[in-house]
């Protein structure tokens, strides 16, 4: 069982960055899928970024914006955000996926979830 905890979303301007961090406890001392959703008003929840280990998986309207990472000593995962639009505006998800390796990239893939954070963009 893991707790995680977002932190870092806030309000920026078009082109701006924000670092989204999501500090995990409980279930901690091994490794396991953790990814980032997003949910915009009036639709679906969406998955953004993903990591087991090595490289993360992104979606196809935040790569080469986004940057998924684990500091595995600090039990924390990241999301560096830049190059920011309007159309990533939306509350922001840290889920843990305890099963190990990455199973999926759906809501239902994921057991813990945090309590979202705000991201907002305005032109």
């Known amino acids: 069982q893991v707790q995680l905890v977002e932190s870092g979303g806030g309000s920026v301007q078009t082109g701006g960055s924000l670092r989204l961090s999501c500090a995990a406890s409980?279930?901690?001392?091994?490794?396991?899928?953790m990814g980032w959703f997003r949910q915009a008003p009036g639709k679906e929840r969406e998955g953004v970024a993903f990591?087991?280990?090595?490289?993360?998986a992104y979606a196809g309207s935040v790569k080469g914006r986004f940057t998924i990472s684990r500091d595995s000593a600090k039990n924390t995962l990241y999301l560096q955000m830049n190059s920011l639009k309007p159309e990533d505006t939306a509350m922001y998800y840290c889920a843990a996926d305890l099963r190990g390796y990455c199973r999926g990239w759906t809501e239902g893939d994921f057991g813990y979830w945090g309590q979202g954070t705000q991201v907002t963009v305005s032109s």
């Open positions: 409980g279930d901690t001392y091994y490794t396991y899928c």
């Open positions: 990591i087991y280990t090595g490289a993360g």
